[in-house]
């Protein structure tokens, strides 16, 4: 294993803080540090001797991991080698030491930067370079390597007597202790949530929401500090609208009706749109609508696969309908003791009045999306392509008779359906074909799909000023694959099939190399970079929204293409299963669902294939 070996030494070298890997630079430095550490006179020489003699034993152990791993082994049993990616992702770091160290000096600028923003009021720039003179701390590490290499040259004397148990227990030992202790302690906390109903999980989480809101009411009215309430912010609308509200909230509880249900919570999302337009936040009310649109279509497709109506009820739903009403009540609480009593607060009138000059935006929201809390925007925008991920991740551990069972051992739903006319007659084709159902979609496409691809852009283009911006402008668009998909005579996923994924992929590594553009023009990440076009200021905050508008897109065309496969997909001529296009979405077109569970690849097309043992033939090269 001469690869692994000359890692492994290298590596070990760079820990030791052997010249001239990177190690022997952040070895100095800290010596440095702690020679010139604030106090008494003797602090510094004690802080350095003492840093020294811990330098001594890592110096011993890194001879031990090289030694013992490669040269004192007695043991006659076979080795087997890593495979060159891992060999491969552990040299990387340790090869690209070395010549770090060589040209640490290019560590100046950024570790000054990052220590003047950490500290503003130090002012040390520190140096970083092998040769820094005839200094204390070079001595010291002189001494470190004469130590050191004396005790590995004496390791198998030594060893016995520094490895000898001393205290009744060892650090493996207790290592071992503490991680049954976390383990015992997260198997408890896991009893609450560890069962496969939703209520479960959102029984805790609905808890901890009500006692956080009751807590901080409480807290307000102890502590006195509880302002008038701002006069002129009750309006009839605002009563109506808690009304519809209201009214759609009892009739959700009470519905035994998926599709009653499904109509009840998306006029919830409706009324609230309403109610935020009315308050005059156009952005946030037009992503309501929209991702309330794209919701119900989602919960309609994943409908097909569940029955009509929802099972009785038990003993649990009035401890459920306690839960809510506390929930609701605490929040209504808070709502009337935290809002509504203070102005606006400096931040935010900063931001009112200052983003126009410093960013040439003039929608706040907007720009505090993708300039001044572009961090937060990036975080979220790693968190939604993560669901997509994680949906295909999960999907992908169920086998194809797990996913999608066959109808014979579906649990069925029944149910009364209309009175039909004879198969093969006019009537019965209009109720039972799918083309001529599809035809209106089809030709509402037509029109509207070129319509809402202007809007689209539009809305992104003008999000800098006006209502819109990238994640508007994504949903918009996801809405012709909304449409699209619905249109369809029979059940086809929408675009090629690892395009989602390359959505998602992409438009995160695009969004976060725009983040490093600013970090390499500015020296500060996520800073905008402006130029002027022909007269028109531009931002680097645009292509920010790029990424964000991909990944977006693919998340919705990911989601439409396998949770809205239907329950008879399998019994359509070339008919594809929810497991075949979550494989698919990774993979590329295959001839069937993987019959895997722990993310193993597909036989490749070429003569190593398995299609006699399995009868699963490759696709074939340029086809």
């Given at each position: 294993m001469p690869g692994a070996f000359t890692v492994t030494a290298l590596g070990c070298a760079a820990m030791a803080g052997i010249p001239p890997l990177l190690g022997f630079v952040s070895k100095e430095s800290i010596f440095t540090a702690l020679l010139g550490m604030p106090g008494p006179a003797w602090a510094g020489p004690l802080a350095l001797t003492v840093a020294g003699v811990a330098s001594v034993l890592t110096f011993m152990y890194c001879g031990k991991v090289v030694f013992g791993g490669f040269v004192d082994g007695t043991d006659d049993r076979e080795l087997e080698p890593g495979g060159t990616s891992l060999v491969a992702v552990a040299a990387l770091p340790i090869l690209v030491g070395l010549p770090l160290g060589l040209f640490a000096g290019v560590f100046d600028h950024p570790v000054g930067r990052a220590t003047d923003a950490a500290v503003p009021m130090l002012g040390v720039y520190e140096h970083f370079g092998l040769w820094h003179g005839l200094t204390p701390e070079l001595f010291t590490t002189l001494a470190?390597?004469?130590?050191?290499?004396?005790?590995?040259?004496?390791?198998?004397?030594?060893?016995?007597?520094?490895?000898?148990?001393?205290?009744?227990?060892?650090?493996?030992?207790?290592?071992?202790?503490?991680?049954?202790?976390?383990?015992?302690?997260?198997?408890?906390?896991?009893?609450?949530?560890?069962?496969?109903?939703?209520?479960?999980?959102?029984?805790?989480?609905?808890?901890?929401?009500?006692?956080?809101?009751?807590?901080?009411?409480?807290?307000?009215?102890?502590?006195?500090?509880?302002?008038?309430?701002?006069?002129?912010?009750?309006?009839?609308?605002?009563?109506?609208?808690?009304?519809?509200?209201?009214?759609?909230?009892?009739?959700?509880?009470?519905?035994?009706?998926?599709?009653?249900?499904?109509?009840?919570?998306?006029?919830?999302?409706?009324?609230?749109t309403v109610q935020l337009l009315a308050l005059g936040a156009p952005d946030v009310g037009l992503t309501q609508l929209l991702v309330e649109t794209l919701t119900v279509v989602v919960i309609m497709l994943v409908s097909q696969r569940l029955p009509l109506r929802f099972t009785r009820r038990g003993r649990r739903s009035r401890s459920v309908v306690a839960l809510a009403l506390a929930a609701g009540l605490s929040a209504g609480a808070a709502t009337l003791v935290l809002t509504g009593r203070r102005d606006r607060s400096p931040v935010g009138l900063y931001f009112f009045d200052n983003?126009?000059?410093?960013?040439?935006?003039?929608?706040?929201?907007?720009?505090?999306?993708?300039?001044?809390?572009?961090?937060?925007?990036?975080?979220?925008?790693?968190?939604?392509?993560?669901?997509?991920?994680?949906?295909?991740?999960?999907?992908?551990?169920?086998?194809?008779?797990?996913?999608?069972?066959?109808?014979?051992?579906?649990?069925?739903?029944?149910?009364?359906?209309?009175?039909?006319?004879?198969?093969?007659?006019?009537?019965?084709?209009?109720?039972?074909?799918?083309w001529p159902n599809a035809i209106p979609l089809k030709l509402m496409l037509r029109v509207i799909a070129p319509i809402l691809a202007i809007v689209s852009v539009v809305l992104f283009w003008r999000g800098h000023h006006e209502p819109g911006g990238g994640f508007i402008a994504a949903l918009v668009a996801a809405t012709i694959v909304g449409i699209t998909y619905l249109s369809t005579a029979r059940d086809r996923p929408i675009g090629p099939a690892r395009l989602p994924i390359t959505l998602i992929g992409g438009g995160i590594a695009f969004a976060f190399l725009v983040a490093l553009a600013g970090l390499v023009v500015h020296g500060s990440l996520l800073e905008p970079i402006y130029v002027s076009v022909l007269g028109v200021k531009l931002a680097s905050s645009?292509?920010?929204?790029?990424?964000?508008?991909a990944a977006v897109l693919g998340l919705v065309m990911l989601t439409f293409n396998i949770l809205g496969t239907s329950e008879t997909a399998y019994e359509e001529p070339g008919g594809e299963e929810t497991r075949e296009r979550v494989d698919q979405s990774v993979e590329g077109d295959l001839p069937g669902p993987l019959d895997t569970v722990r993310g193993e690849r597909p036989p490749r097309p070429g003569l190593g294939t398995t299609s006699i043992a399995d009868g699963r033939a490759p696709r074939e090269v340029r086809r």
């Open positions: 470190v390597f004469a130590v050191g290499t004396w005790a590995v040259v004496r390791r198998r004397r030594l060893r016995p007597r520094l490895e000898r148990r001393v205290f009744p227990v060892d650090g493996p030992e207790a290592i071992a202790a503490l991680r049954r202790g976390a383990t015992r302690i997260g198997g408890a906390v896991a009893r609450f949530s560890g069962r496969d109903y939703a209520s479960r999980h959102l029984g805790l989480i609905v808890t901890g929401f009500a006692a956080s809101c009751g807590l901080g009411v409480l807290a307000v009215l102890r502590a006195g500090d509880l302002a008038d309430y701002r006069p002129g912010l009750g309006r009839p609308l605002d009563l109506a609208l808690l009304v519809l509200i209201a009214a759609a909230v009892v009739l959700l509880c009470r519905t035994r009706s998926r599709l009653a249900a499904t109509v009840s919570m998306s006029a919830i999302g409706i009324l609230a983003s126009a000059d410093l960013t040439g935006g003039t929608n706040v929201v907007n720009v505090l999306l993708v300039e001044f809390r572009a961090l937060d925007t990036a975080g979220e925008l790693a968190v939604l392509g993560m669901a997509g991920v994680a949906l295909v991740a999960v999907l992908s551990t169920v086998r194809t008779r797990h996913l999608d069972p066959r109808a014979d051992t579906a649990d069925p739903s029944p149910s009364a359906g209309p009175a039909l006319r004879a198969p093969g007659t006019p009537a019965y084709r209009a109720i039972m074909s799918a645009l292509l920010f929204d790029v990424g964000v508008y």
